[in-house]
């Protein structure tokens, strides 16, 4: 919802290794997001499945990875 935002934060954070919590889907995060970030968790958080036993999660259909980036040369 605040993509340009966003990006202009991370371009400034580059060489932090970045996590970004979305109650979005990973499809929903554009490219030029991923290829800034090194984490990302998503997935909407869900009370009824809200968990304590999964790190950086909430609910247990939150997926917490890490990004891979292809180096390229």
């Known amino acids: 919802m605040q993509i340009d935002a966003v990006y202009e934060l ?3 954070l580059y060489d ?7 109650g979005h ?5 554009p490219q030029k997001i991923l290829d800034k970030i090194h984490y990302l968790k998503y997935g909407p958080y869900m009370e009824k499945l809200k968990t304590t036993t999964m790190p ?5 259909n939150q997926v917490f990875t890490e990004i891979n980036h292809a180096i390229t040369e």
């Open 10 to 12: 991370l371009t400034l």
């Open 56 to 60: 950086f999660i909430g609910s247990s």
């Open 25 to 29: 889907d990973i499809s929903e995060v």
């Open 16 to 22: 932090f290794d970045i996590c970004l919590y979305t």
